[in-house]
């Protein structure tokens, strides 16, 4: 049986455990042993991205030590594997970050690519919107970005096409960012806002009940803007999880 | 940066320009190997940038152009001045260029008595309003056409109107110049000649008009033969505006009978730029404004807030690049959504350059708050300490850390069980 | 000397050289020509004319290229004609169309000066209203034989 890491960054830890829970169910149903290394903190993307290369570098290899032993990587984050996958190649040495790379992924990529899933058993009767945030659009390719002339595919829109009742309906700029940008949210905040208010009015004019995304962060933000939004991230949807309280 | 005043209708035209390049990129089925070309175009030309102006050098010497080279900002102004003051030359008709603009000419010159007129018609109207350029393509995208009308002291604000008010008026400085001044798009190499593109035909009015063609050209613009032009004159026009190609495309290979064609090549911190793989891919820019039309952040403030005189995400890097400490800080107004570098038609990694132009910034501006993230990566590092400090968060008012995201928003409540929690409870 | 001191920051700093990987390229294989450059030139703004009458200026076009709809121009002594005149009919051999920019590069020739023109002069600098005729042509019609 393959052993699988699960990474949870600390927002979804903290905030969003339920997220963590759906990831942790479906991959046990799908057979692998799953296991959370309990030392894991953070991938130091936030750190990265401020420009405190010293201090990503040490929590990458902190990271490597944490994770090495396992055959999979898998998180239920998009920008934070995506910082394990591509941004390591800056902070690890070559050696590490080829082993690092190769088994790290982002959860539906895991299933969709790795799993190959092809039912779920699974219903959920409400209509959706899919925001589709950057990293996992731009750097892991759930989806294909619009700006690139190449055939259409969206990993995430499969795996929402195998659970029942649910309906997916169109949004407006759906690929574009929503404006949280993780510090950026911080050191620009009018303008962070002003995106996000500008990506929840896209939603309210898709008519849909649930905005649905693949990265907490996102939909963090853009609940803080709109407490009332109802947000699930899609593992929620495809664990069958969206409705249990935890 | 402060959100543009009017930033739906700012954000929706420059949406639309992205759209339109869009499209036109769709209709390229080999669209995405063609960028590829060009940035192995680029890339392969700025590693060999010696010989290749070597080259360009002396075949354009040879067609009778004659070439200077300005190490700066301070030379390139100096030697436009001493060619305007060979031939006597008072009035100088501009077509775009924004290395013009980064080496302060219109100042420069006009300050010393000369007077320069620039002809597109958005960079004529800024220079009327006595504003920068806010775009590197489309320089008044920021303006209103009533702002344009009294810009023009005109009651009419109706575009064809006023556009034809320009034609008008700046004709009269098109019949009367002393010399004309043009960027250069490319530079061919095999050929010695040089491409201007325009869809107003004002490089072309200028040039044939006036006596004196002084072209200023950044050494990053030099590419190798011709065959290698058709690559970029397909992607430029399409990625700048959606358009097949611009309606004018010259070729400048000799001047005409009696007239001179003089070109500056200007380093101005550009070689600086070479050698290092992280932050070279920027020389390989066509300088067509894709990213800053794709740009989320750019759409909504405009690229006045951007204080480098190129904006939008090319224009971070490139002014990190010049000065880290004077322009720096340009590096985190962005979210790093990557769509810049997705848009490049010569696959600069632009967003990448931004993140490690963060790195550059830091580790050479001390700011306060950086104690906080070092605290803070300190205690990521200690998975316990992190682990209690969580736990204490639970129970910290929803005040205290509400000020940390800023106003007008609502701070996400801390789960009663973390995912860890959990874990452990299985 | 300047040109020296560039050369030698360009040479110094200069880490790895990057080999070209491409000795060819194509951009797109067109079946129709003359269709498609007539619908590239409308798009352009340009017209089709059975007729030089009305125009200031006739101009004679080496090729035209079908993706674009711009048609090469090189022999004129006198530069300005490409852009003084409020409009311009162009003469164009249809069996001188070739497909792409490719294409194109292949039959340039330059004594002195070329041009590509692919239509009437526009500008779209105020609110993005596309105007036609902002210095160059107002008018641009080719006339094919």
């Known amino acids: 049986m393959k052993r699988v890491a699960l990474f949870i960054p600390c927002f979804v830890d903290t905030v969003y455990p339920r997220v963590g829970v759906a990831t942790l169910r479906i991959?046990?149903?799908?057979?692998?042993?799953?296991?959370?290394?309990?030392?894991?903190?953070?991938?130091?993307?936030?750190?990265?991205?401020?420009?405190?290369?010293?201090?990503?570098?040490?929590?990458?290899?902190?990271?490597?030590?944490?994770?090495?032993?396992?055959?999979?990587?898998?998180?239920?984050?998009?920008?934070?594997?995506?910082?394990?996958?591509?941004?390591?190649?800056?902070?690890?040495?070559?050696?590490?970050?080829?082993?690092?790379?190769?088994?790290?992924?982002?959860?539906?990529?895991?299933?969709?690519?790795?799993?190959?899933?092809?039912?779920?058993?699974?219903?959920?009767?409400?209509?959706?919107?899919?925001?589709?945030?950057?990293?996992?659009?731009?750097?892991?390719?759930?989806?294909?970005?619009?700006?690139?002339?190449?055939?259409?595919?969206?990993?995430?829109?499969?795996?929402?096409?195998?659970?029942?009742?649910?309906?997916?309906?169109?949004?407006?700029?759906?690929?574009?960012?929503?404006?949280?940008?993780?510090?950026?949210?911080?050191?620009?905040?009018?303008?962070?806002?002003?995106?996000?208010?500008?990506?929840?009015?896209?939603?309210?004019?898709?008519?849909?009940?649930?905005?649905?995304?693949?990265?907490?962060?996102?939909?963090?933000?853009?609940?803080?803007?709109?407490?009332?939004?109802?947000?699930?991230?899609?593992?929620?949807?495809?664990?069958g999880v969206a409705d249990e309280s935890f | 940066m402060r959100v543009f005043n009017d930033d739906k209708w700012l954000n929706e035209s420059l949406n639309f320009v992205r759209h339109k390049?869009?499209?036109?990129?769709?209709?390229?089925?080999?669209?995405?190997?063609?960028?590829?070309?060009?940035?192995?175009?680029?890339?392969?030309?700025?590693?060999?940038?010696?010989?290749?102006?070597?080259?360009?050098?002396?075949?354009?010497?040879?067609?009778?152009?004659?070439?200077?080279?300005?190490?700066?900002?301070?030379?390139?102004?100096?030697?436009?001045?001493?060619?305007?003051?060979?031939?006597?030359?008072?009035?100088?008709?501009k077509s775009k260029s924004m290395l013009t603009e980064e080496c302060e000419l219109n100042p420069y010159l006009e300050n010393r008595g000369y007077e320069v007129i620039d002809t597109d018609l958005g960079e004529r109207i800024v220079q009327l309003a006595k504003q920068r350029p806010s775009h590197i393509v489309l320089p008044a995208i920021h303006l209103k056409k009533e702002q344009v009308a009294t810009i023009f002291n005109e009651q009419n604000s109706d575009p064809t109107y006023l556009t034809n008010i320009a034609r008008v008026r700046l004709r009269e400085h098109f019949e009367s110049c002393?010399?004309?001044?043009?960027?250069?798009?490319?530079?061919?190499?095999?050929?010695g000649a040089f491409v201007v593109c325009t869809n107003e035909g004002n490089a072309d009015l200028g040039t044939s008009l006036a006596n004196?063609?002084?072209?200023?050209?950044?050494?990053?613009?030099?590419?190798?033969?011709?065959?290698?032009?058709?690559?970029?004159?397909?992607?430029?026009?399409?990625?700048?505006?959606?358009?097949?190609?611009?309606?004018?495309?010259?070729?400048?290979?000799?001047?005409?009978?009696?007239?001179?064609?003089?070109?500056?090549?200007?380093?101005?911190?550009?070689?600086?730029?070479?050698?290092?793989?992280?932050?070279?891919?920027?020389?390989?820019?066509?300088?067509?404004?894709?990213?800053?039309?794709?740009?989320?952040?750019?759409?909504?403030?405009?690229?006045?807030?951007?204080?480098?005189?190129?904006?939008?995400?090319?224009?971070?890097?490139?002014?990190?690049?010049?000065?880290?400490?004077?322009?720096?800080?340009?590096?985190?107004?962005?979210?790093?959504?990557?769509?810049?570098?997705?848009?490049?038609?010569?696959?600069?990694?632009?967003?990448?350059?931004l993140v490690a132009y963060r790195g550059v910034y830091k580790s050479q501006v001390k700011e306060s708050k950086d104690r906080y993230y070092k605290l803070t990566a300190k205690i990521l590092t200690k998975p316990r300490v992190y682990r209690s400090l969580i736990k204490l968060a639970k129970y910290m008012p929803h005040w205290l850390y509400r000020g940390v995201w800023g106003k007008g928003r609502v701070a996400p409540k801390l789960a009663k069980k973390s995912f860890k929690d959990y874990y452990e409870s299985l | 000397m300047s040109r020296s001191k560039i050369l030698k920051s360009i040479k110094q700093n200069i880490n790895s050289r990057v080999d070209r990987e491409f000795t060819t390229y194509n951009i797109e294989s067109i079946d129709n020509l003359v269709d498609r450059f007539i619908d590239s030139l409308k798009r352009a703004g340009g017209e089709i004319v059975d007729t030089i009458d009305g125009f200031e200026i006739v101009l004679n076009a080496k090729f035209a290229v079908a993706q674009n709809g711009a048609c090469f121009l090189n022999n004129e002594i006198d530069r300005k004609v490409y852009s003084y005149y409020e409009s311009i009919v162009i003469l164009l051999d249809k069996t001188k169309i070739v497909a792409t920019m490719k294409e194109a590069m292949g039959l340039v020739e330059i004594d002195d000066f070329a041009i590509f023109m692919s239509g009437p002069s526009k500008t779209a600098d105020i609110e993005q209203s596309l105007v036609i005729g902002a210095h160059g042509a107002k008018r641009l019609g080719v006339k094919l034989i």
């Open chain 1, 27 to 239: 991959l046990q149903k799908e057979g692998f042993e799953v296991i959370y290394p309990k030392n894991q903190t953070c991938c130091g993307q936030p750190f990265f991205n401020s420009g405190f290369v010293k201090e990503a570098k040490e929590l990458a290899e902190k990271f490597y030590n944490d994770f090495k032993d396992y055959d999979y990587i898998v998180a239920p984050s998009a920008s934070c594997i995506s910082m394990v996958k591509h941004h390591y190649k800056d902070l690890l040495d070559a050696d590490k970050f080829r082993e690092i790379n190769k088994k790290s992924f982002e959860i539906c990529e895991f299933l969709h690519d790795i799993v190959k899933i092809k039912s779920l058993n699974v219903s959920f009767n409400h209509t959706i919107a899919l925001h589709q945030s950057c990293h996992g659009l731009r750097e892991l390719e759930l989806a294909t970005p619009s700006e690139l002339n190449l055939p259409y595919q969206n990993k995430i829109e499969n795996l929402l096409n195998l659970v029942d009742g649910l309906e997916i309906l169109p949004l407006a700029n759906a690929q574009e960012c929503c404006g949280f940008g993780g510090t950026f949210s911080i050191n620009e905040s009018e303008v962070s806002k002003k995106m996000g208010q500008d990506k929840l009015a896209n939603f309210k004019a898709s008519g849909a009940e649930y905005l649905v995304g693949y990265d907490n962060s996102c939909l963090m933000h853009l609940a803080s803007l709109e407490p009332e939004l109802k947000t699930l991230h899609v593992i929620e949807i495809l664990a």
């Open chain 2, 21 to 93: 390049r869009d499209l036109a990129s769709k209709k390229l089925d080999n669209w995405e190997y063609l960028r590829e070309v060009a940035s192995n175009i680029k890339a392969h030309t700025i590693t060999h940038l010696d010989s290749y102006l070597e080259e360009f050098e002396a075949k354009a010497l040879a067609n009778g152009i004659k070439v200077h080279w300005a190490v700066d900002a301070k030379e390139h102004n100096k030697i436009v001045e001493s060619i305007l003051k060979k031939h006597n030359a008072k009035k100088i008709v």
């Open chain 2, 178 to 191: 002393d010399a004309a001044i043009t960027g250069v798009n490319f530079a061919v190499a095999s050929e």
């Open chain 2, 212 to 353: 004196v063609h002084i072209a200023v050209m950044g050494i990053e613009k030099i590419i190798p033969n011709m065959q290698d032009l058709g690559v970029f004159l397909t992607l430029l026009a399409r990625s700048a505006t959606g358009q097949d190609i611009t309606t004018y495309s010259s070729i400048f290979k000799k001047p005409s009978r009696g007239k001179e064609i003089h070109l500056i090549i200007v380093d101005n911190g550009r070689s600086q730029m070479l050698g290092d793989e992280k932050f070279e891919g920027a020389l390989k820019c066509i300088r067509c404004g894709a990213c800053m039309n794709t740009c989320p952040v750019f759409r909504r403030v405009g690229g006045h807030e951007y204080n480098y005189v190129i904006p939008g995400p090319i224009g971070s890097n490139l002014g990190s690049s010049r000065d880290i400490k004077e322009y720096g800080k340009l590096a985190f107004a962005s979210t790093l959504c990557g769509s810049c570098t997705a848009v490049c038609p010569v696959k600069i990694n632009l967003h990448e350059q």
